[in-house]
């Protein structure tokens, strides 16, 4: 059966930085790319970005690149989101999601993040 | 950025009805080389996970009804659900993955009356 499950999430403060997992079984993990989506208290979704399979090449939303960083250990099928100068907008539940042929296949139940001092 | 419009917002039906959600695009999703439009629908019920529902915006997912049916090409795109059941009660949301960066829509609120 595949799983994904996030961990990670909490309150943290303004400024502040956070790393995200996102440990995948049931599957090949080292064969498919991995995607993390947010979904913000409002529910608006957001992609945040993606990862090769190697971990070779990463894409970002343009809006978010410069503060968060995607990674993965294929050894421990685990997938990663860094998080750095975290924001009151950045306050969301954050999805980890496997992509096969560029759509978001499965989701993990998402871990959440509360930015506020 | 692609820019997708969902519409409407949110629509009450009664158990057994068919109810059409549009979704559409500020530019075409269509690739012409595999003449493949890149939109995604996915199913959030109350308390849940996103599921997906619908790829290359006709195809279901494994395991989903098929009273839902994607259709559309381009810019326009729609999911129809058809005889509504309880179990359907749902936020939905379109996606394109056609460029970077990936876009959702902002969903429709499916009610029942």
């Known amino acids: 059966e595949v799983q994904l499950v996030e961990s990670g999430g909490g309150l943290v403060q303004p400024g502040a930085s956070l790393k995200l997992s996102c440990v995948a079984s049931?599957?090949?993990?080292?064969?498919?790319?991995m995607s993390w989506v947010r979904q913000t208290p409002g529910k608006t979704m957001e992609w945040i970005g993606d990862?090769?399979?190697?971990?070779?090449?990463?894409n970002y939303a343009p809006s978010l690149k410069n503060r968060f960083t995607i990674s993965r250990d294929n050894a421990k099928s685990t997938l990663y989101l860094q998080m750095s100068n975290v924001r009151s907008e950045d306050t969301a539940t954050y999805y980890c999601?496997?992509?096969?042929?560029?759509?978001?296949?499965?989701w993990g139940p998402g871990t959440m993040v509360t930015v506020s001092s | 950025d692609i820019a997708i419009t969902q519409s409407p917002s949110s629509v009450a039906v009664s158990v057994g009805e068919t109810v059409t959600l549009s979704c559409k695009s500020s530019?075409?999703?269509?690739?012409?080389?595999?003449?493949?439009?890149?939109l995604g629908w996915y199913q959030q019920k109350p308390g849940q996970t996103p599921k997906p529902l619908i790829y290359?915006?006709?195809n279901r997912h494994t395991g989903v009804p098929d009273r839902f049916t994607g259709s559309g090409s381009g810019t326009d795109f729609t999911l129809i659900i058809s005889s509504v059941q309880a179990e359907d009660l749902a936020d939905y949301y379109c996606?394109?993955?056609?460029?970077?960066?990936?876009?959702f829509g902002a969903g429709t609120k499916l009610e029942l009356k």
């Open positions: 049931g599957f090949t993990f080292s064969d498919y790319w």
């Open positions: 996606e394109q993955y056609f460029v970077y960066p990936y876009t």
């Open positions: 990862i090769k399979y190697d971990g070779s090449y990463t």
């Open positions: 999601t496997i992509l096969r042929d560029w759509y978001f296949d499965f």
């Open positions: 290359w915006a006709t």
């Open positions: 530019q075409s999703l269509l690739y012409s080389e595999n003449n493949k439009d890149y």
